[in-house]
């Protein structure tokens, strides 16, 4: 890989990048700051997209076209679903999906969308073993990888949580992951998304959010660093 993408939705889940960046041009497109330089001695195109599938996926594609990335990391939180992972372990995308997408009226499945090939996203095998290696490295924490559910919505309910572990089979849920991995799966590019829980997307979910989520995405921060000094 030439040029690494890298996206973060919030601003804690870029800021250490942005500290490590060397040799920065900044443009703005769509509304999104990408920040283009050097981190951890390889090119990269950093970039904060803003929350949410709409926002992931127009920085994807603008990663894809006018910065010519040919590789993405997603970095960030993100709420456990799968009942053995507990706050600040970590998540590594084998795929994505979209569990707002709901045609079920139509006979299409929960998470299915209609007339396309596959709703499911497989993320890069060799970016994969990258970020597994480098959190198996690291030691933070409980590391699975698994399948990351997206929706524009912040699930704060256990009966949802129940429903989205064992219909959809999500180890975790956030906003962002499957719009970042369609728009690759659409342009053939390779992606992960890495992610450390900063809840249970539970009923204390809100709380846990406010409290973890700076120390959780600095976890997902170091990952990506270690990965990115290893290419
Ligand atoms: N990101 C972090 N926690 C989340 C949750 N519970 N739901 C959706 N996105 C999240």
């Not at 129940?162 to 906003?175: D, P, S, V, Y």
């Amino acid at each position: 890989w030439n040029k690494i993408g890298l996206i973060g939705a919030m601003a804690e889940e870029i800021e250490k990048i942005e500290q490590g960046l060397e040799d920065v041009v900044v443009a703005e497109k769509a509304g999104i700051r990408f920040q283009t330089g050097r981190f951890r001695g390889k090119s990269v195109v950093l970039c904060k997209s803003g929350v949410g599938k709409v926002n992931a996926a127009v920085c994807t594609q603008l990663l894809i076209d006018s910065f010519g990335v040919d590789a993405i990391i997603f970095t960030g939180v993100a709420g456990a679903l799968d009942p053995s992972l507990d706050i600040g372990d970590i998540v590594i995308s084998t795929e994505c999906q979209q569990h707002d997408m709901d045609a079920s009226p139509l006979g299409f499945p929960r998470g299915t969308i209609p007339f396309a090939e596959t709703s499911v996203f497989r993320a890069d095998a060799a970016l994969v073993a990258l970020a597994v290696q480098a959190s198996e490295r690291l030691e933070q924490g409980h590391t699975v990888q698994g399948r990351v559910l997206s929706g524009d919505q912040f699930i704060a309910d256990r009966d949802t949580v129940r429903l989205l572990h064992e219909q959809l089979g999500g180890a975790c849920t956030e906003m962002e992951g499957s719009a970042v991995a369609q728009v690759c799966a659409m342009n053939g590019v390779p992606y992960v998304v890495i992610r450390s829980m900063s809840d249970k997307a539970d009923g204390s979910a809100n709380v846990n959010f406010a409290e973890f989520a700076a120390a959780s995405a600095d976890r997902s921060f170091r990952i990506v660093e270690h990965m990115v000094a290893s290419l």
